[in-house]
């Protein structure tokens, strides 16, 4: 079945470092979704992509998805205990037997005071 | 509004009891799944439904049944517990269709001894 791959697995960064998470398909998708989920807690939804090369901002996060929209990647600039958590993406695979996002594997990050 | 309503939160089951796992939504989604959540695993869908008395199978179906008799309720019923299903299982819901946000539940948490 389709496959979106996550790295890296766990990440532990200094407060203030900066943080990235990489989501790779091998197979086009028609959009990306990002996903937050604190320790104990559920699944929140960050953000969707849906076209070639779209950059995204939110506060001190940025969303990209790459030009053959194969990739996407999340990045925090100068993180903070709050960050701390689980991102996930999930993909939607384009013209895929089933049509229902396929999640990765997730990135932790732990944040460091 | 409660939003992804998921019950019980926590669960201890012997092997071979059945049990179904509950979960309601008040937002008028049409889409509705079932995750589970082993560590470093990510989220593996194991049913979904596009609307009222519709539902497939995702990833992991077996052992699992579901329900869809109404737009509000998609219970997860469990036949036979066995060890390999204990996890953290997610109900969540989306609007119209896969593509727009995913919004989960509290999430149960089942063990089977």
């Known amino acids: 079945g389709q496959q979106v791959m996550q790295i890296p697995q766990y990440q532990h960064v200094q407060e203030g470092e900066d943080f990235t998470t990489y989501c790779n398909s091998s197979?086009?998708?028609?959009?990306i979704q990002w996903y937050k989920q604190r320790p104990g807690g559920h699944p929140v939804f960050l953000i969707q992509l849906v076209k070639s090369g779209e950059v995204k901002k939110q506060k001190r996060l940025t969303f990209q998805f790459g030009e053959a929209k194969k990739n996407s990647s999340l990045h925090i600039t100068a993180t903070q205990t709050t960050d701390v958590g689980t991102y996930f993406c999930a993909g939607q695979v384009r013209g895929g037997g089933s049509y229902i996002p396929t999640f990765g594997r997730g990135t932790s990050l732990i944040v460091h005071p | 509004n409660a939003g992804v309503t998921q019950t019980p939160k926590f669960r201890i089951l012997k092997i071979g009891q059945s049990m179904t796992l509950q979960c309601a939504q008040d937002m008028n989604h049409n889409y509705m799944y079932w995750y589970r959540q082993d560590p470093g695993m990510g989220l593996k869908l194991i049913y979904y439904?596009?609307?009222?008395?519709?539902?497939d199978k995702g990833e992991v179906p077996n052992g699992y049944n579901v329900s869809r008799s109404t737009t509000e309720d998609f219970p997860l019923r469990l036949e036979l517990a066995a060890p390999s299903q204990t996890s953290v299982y997610f109900c969540a819901s989306s609007r119209d269709s896969p593509n727009q946000p995913q919004h989960f539940g509290d999430g149960t948490r089942l063990s089977i001894l």
């Open positions: 197979t086009t998708l028609s959009n």
């Open positions: 439904s596009v609307g009222a008395g519709i539902t």
